[in-house]
């Protein structure tokens, strides 16, 4: 990722600051999955991404755990936004002279939302230097499927064009079904390049 900051003279990458998040929450002994950015890069390839995404399965009130294992940098907003999509709640931490930002969702009841935790992985991540939980592709792609920005729906299609006939199609297909973008789904995958 590109280094974006500088703080009292020394360079801080993204990286690091990936890095101390996940740190933080695997001090705090709060089950987690890496989402967003990050995630989409372990089953594709690089892209620039301005955040580290987070999922933690705790009590609404366990962003609390977290705080005390951040670094002095990080500023965490204790008041929660609501995600209006899956009905949770997020939380964003800023860092001292850097416009990378690390944001912490709660895990919500939403079914998908749910399923998407329960299927992760551990994968090694040479950004964060060891492994980490991530959500299958799949899930990847149903949840930008849902999302439907337009950097949503490239990075679902940059999934689908790399990982090719390893994709389950039945699952995303009956989760897209669920969530009425099977005709988005299929957009996407009429726009996948010859060959890929």
Request: proline content about 6%; hydrophobic content about 45%; charged content about 25%.
């Amino acid at each position: 990722m590109e280094n974006l900051s500088t703080r009292g003279g020394a360079t801080v990458t993204d990286d690091e600051i990936s890095r101390a998040a996940l740190r933080a929450i695997q001090a705090s002994g709060i089950d987690y999955v890496l989402v967003g950015g990050l995630a989409v890069i372990a089953h594709t390839f690089s892209r620039t991404t301005l955040d580290v995404d987070f999922v933690v399965a705790a009590p609404l009130g366990s962003i609390h755990q977290i705080a005390p294992h951040f670094p002095p940098a990080f500023r965490l907003n204790p008041q929660p936004e609501m995600e209006l999509l899956t009905g949770t709640y997020r939380w964003i931490v800023e860092v001292d002279g850097s416009i990378f930002r690390v944001e912490i969702f709660h895990l919500a009841s939403d079914p998908h939302h749910q399923e998407l935790f329960r299927r992760r992985r551990a994968v090694p991540l040479p950004a964060l230097e060891q492994t980490v939980w991530i959500p299958t592709a799949e899930d990847l792609v149903i949840q930008k499927l849902r999302w439907a920005r337009r950097k949503d729906l490239d990075d679902a299609q940059n999934i689908l064009a790399v990982q090719g006939e390893a994709i389950d199609y039945a699952h995303i297909e009956m989760w897209c079904a669920r969530h009425g973008t099977l005709e988005r789904l299929a957009e996407v995958r009429a726009e996948i390049p010859p060959g890929l």
